[in-house]
């Protein structure tokens, strides 16, 4: 009913979509139409131009929150990958920490698909392919050179990967994570993912280098 208040001139396509069936099968795969559904030329026609650049500014939104989960995700697995080399003793440890470590890689994955889809969505609203605010992203865009350990010779070499160079998204300050994946900061997530350890001495200090990446 929104939909037909505010925009009662996209009614049509809405209503040959529905008529058509498409997917019927697939509810999951029908077009909204909204305004990043339509192209430039159409949006024009339409006029859509004003709701275009409200919507470019809620994918803006959503794809810087959407960097910080994955800059928090990306952190959690070189803590609990730094852990598992550093703590974990025999095959039933190793398996327990590979199949966390598994599941966090998994939700870095739905994150990163999460910034795709806002980054796709600002293309068709005018934002430039070579905007440095929101760069395309991909799996080797994740690298971040340990912080922990001391420097390798050709380490320098390497740098870090764009995920920690974007302009403007202070990497320090949390933001919240999406639907998919609630949890806090970088202490409270290693916290929820691994089990809790009975809490002597030793195991405390092992905590506190967790999250000092």
């Known amino acids: 009913m929104l939909q037909k208040t505010v925009v009662p001139q996209v009614g049509d396509f809405v209503a040959q979509q529905a008529v058509s069936k498409k997917f019927a099968d697939s509810p999951e795969k ?86 795709s889809a806002a980054w796709n969505a600002m293309l068709k609203l005018g934002l430039s392919k070579d905007d440095p605010r929101f760069p395309p992203l991909n799996t080797k865009d994740l690298f971040r050179k340990p912080t922990n350990i001391k420097r390798a010779v050709g380490n320098s070499r390497r740098p870090d990967g764009k995920l920690w160079a974007l302009g403007g998204i202070p990497s320090g300050v949390h933001s919240p994570l999406p639907s998919q994946f609630s949890a806090f900061p970088l202490i409270s997530l290693v916290d929820q993912i691994l089990p809790s350890p009975i809490g002597t001495q030793s195991v405390q200090s092992a905590k506190s280098e967790w999250v000092s990446y």
């Open 30 to 115: 029908e077009v909204l139409y909204i305004t990043s559904d339509f192209s430039e030329s159409q949006r024009v026609k339409l006029n859509l131009i004003d709701l275009g650049k409200q919507e470019r500014q809620f994918h803006k939104g959503a794809a810087c929150d959407t960097i910080q989960t994955v800059r928090t995700i990306t952190k959690t697995i070189s803590s609990m990958r730094a852990n598992k080399k550093a703590q974990d003793y025999g095959q039933q440890m190793h398996m327990q920490s590979i199949t966390q470590i598994l599941d966090v890689e998994h939700r870095q994955t739905i994150a990163m698909n999460d910034y």
